[in-house]
């Protein structure tokens, strides 16, 4: 290869790496990959390979991913990059930050670190932090830089029902949904919440009122549905016209999808930091211009 700079990426990620690569003029290179009967993973870089390597890997379904990153990452080492950016849409292991409970292992920390070691930058959108400031603090590379999709998500929510009254799901959204609310000057609003489990929480409303407004629950990340499932019933209880759910990102496990339609929610959008049925929103052009700024430090 005689380009300056590559992206690379797996096959599962085609749609997300080619609006990518058109936004930051980047020429791609797909992966090759293997899984043996065991479970093991075989993988085979394009060679040779440019000074400049952009890797992009969500990493949703992490267990398996991290390992695909490692292989990756060392791999392009050997194969001569000299630069190498990760650009994770969605990057796990950041909400155990803290040990909870003697003898928890705080994986905010390991995988950071981790991560660290293999990559110069590292790129990434609305990542679960709540008790660091920067994202440099979990994974201490010469670059780490944190993007939101808040602002698009607000400009296509305006796009589909102006005078929307956004509201959080729960208070570690506040600082995020009044960004997004800030776009277009949307009423606004955020839940209080107390979890007791994976799938049992309580929710309380704010006070603004609900009764006849088209509702959208905007939050960073869905997983099994049932805070935004509570937090609409809650919402449809109070007299909301409609409402509806945007999401950064939409990872949805097993029925989260129809636990929250059965709650009343009428659509579901998210960005495709994660593919899924609700993607409709691209962050191509937010990771491109995070790229670009990368280019300018150097």
């Known amino acids: 290869m005689s380009e300056s700079s590559v992206l690379l990426y797996f096959d599962d990620e085609l749609t997300l790496a080619q609006a990518l690569g058109r936004e930051a003029d980047l ?11 065991d479970g093991e993973i075989k993988l085979r870089l394009p060679v040779p390979l440019p000074c400049k390597v952009v890797l992009l890997r969500s990493l949703h379904q992490p267990n398996t991913k991290l390992v695909e990153v490692l292989l990756a990452a060392r791999t392009a080492r050997e194969l001569g990059a000299q630069h190498l950016t990760l650009v994770t849409p969605y990057l796990a292991y950041m909400r155990q930050d803290i040990a909870f409970q003697p003898g928890e292992a705080v994986s905010q ?4 670190r981790f ?16 008790r660091i400031s920067t994202l440099r603090e979990a994974i201490p590379c010469p670059q780490a830089l944190t993007l ?26 506040e600082q995020w949904i009044s960004a997004a609310a800030r776009q277009h000057g949307f009423d606004h ?8 489990g994976d799938k049992h929480v309580e929710v309380e409303l704010p006070d603004v009122p609900v009764h006849g407004r088209h509702v959208v629950l905007l939050d ?12 609409t019933r809650l919402l449809l209880q109070a007299g909301a016209k409609t409402v509806d759910v945007a999401i950064t990102h939409a990872l949805f496990y097993g029925d989260a999808v129809q636990v929250v339609h059965n709650a009343g929610v009428r659509h579901i959008w998210s960005t495709d930091t994660v593919a899924h049925e609700s993607s409709c929103v691209s962050i191509a052009p937010l990771l491109a211009l995070a790229l670009s700024e990368l280019d300018t430090a150097d």
């Open 27 to 37: 020429p791609l290179a797909c992966i090759e990959r293997h899984v043996f009967p």
């Open 220 to 231: 960073d990340i869905a997983s099994s549905g049932h805070t935004l499932a509570q937090a």
């Open 115 to 130: 991560l660290a070691e293999l990559f110069d930058a590292v790129i990434t959108v609305d990542p679960h932090l709540h």
């Open 148 to 173: 939101t999709a808040a602002p698009l998500l607000a400009d296509f929510v305006h796009s589909q029902c102006k005078g929307a009254l956004l509201i959080g799901p729960d208070e570690e959204s």
């Open 109 to 112: 920390k390991i995988v950071g």
């Open 189 to 196: 609003g955020v839940c209080s919440k107390t979890r007791h």
